[in-house]
């Protein structure tokens, strides 16, 4: 029987930090951060707060606020190839082949930004892809949330309408995660699956018996 199988990215594909996080760090390193874009960011922050609450740094898109949105991609496309490709766990490059060859549909559903995401899905021979969309204003990106954001009960939605697509119903999906923020997607799939999880993932992965991988 083929089946769906969802992985996330950071903290299962590669490790902790987040591919997102690092790609930041280098675009700060580099100069494209600049006071223009701290500013938008503690707007940002200010403005979505009370809707946002706990989530709102995940949220904030806000570092990239009047950047040319070509060239950024550009530039995320080539960390991405450089720094964070060769970060994939054996394990995890092991299992997509393995899904592949059982003709199962193998879908990438993450938060990070989308150039770094499609960078991974074309790499791993993904079928379909579901990462952050920023928002953006005749090829700049403009202080306002995310499009889509795949992130927790998001993810939940997304994987809904993934199944509607697919005429498959959720119960029947193998889905792999590693943070407790995953948790709305694992604990109503088929199969789920903990890869290095958080402290309190494992402790509900131990208690109801699935599967962890520790590459």
């Not at 930041?24 to 707007?43: D, E, N």
């Not at 927790?152 to 889905?175: E, G, P, R, S, W």
Request: hydrophobic share 40%; proline share 7%.
């Amino acid at each position: 029987m083929n089946h769906l199988a969802i992985f996330d990215l950071d903290g299962t594909i590669i490790p902790n930090p987040s591919s997102e996080k690092q790609f930041f760090f280098w675009l700060l390193r580099h100069g494209y951060i600049k006071l223009p874009q701290v500013w938008q960011s503690l707007l940002f922050t200010i403005k979505w707060l009370k809707h946002f609450k706990q989530e709102i740094f995940v949220k904030n898109k806000a570092y990239l606020f009047n950047l040319p949105v070509d060239e950024i991609n550009e530039l995320a496309i080539n960390f991405t190839q450089q720094e964070l490709l060769p970060k994939i766990r054996s394990a995890l490059a092991q299992r997509i082949t393995a899904h592949h060859q059982n003709n199962d549909t193998v879908i990438l559903l993450t938060g990070t930004i989308e150039p770094i995401a499609q960078v991974f899905a074309k790499h791993l021979n993904f079928d379909e892809c579901y990462p952050a969309i920023c928002a953006c204003k005749d090829n700049r990106f403009v202080n306002s949330p995310p499009i889509q954001h795949p992130y927790k009960m998001t993810k939940l939605t997304i994987a809904h309408q993934i199944c509607a697509k697919h005429n498959a119903d959720i119960n029947t999906i193998i889905n792999y995660g590693n943070s407790i923020h995953d948790l709305p997607l694992l604990q109503v799939v088929g199969t789920p699956i903990a890869v290095t999880p958080d402290r309190k993932l494992k402790r509900i992965a131990l208690n109801r018996g699935w599967e962890i991988i520790n590459p």
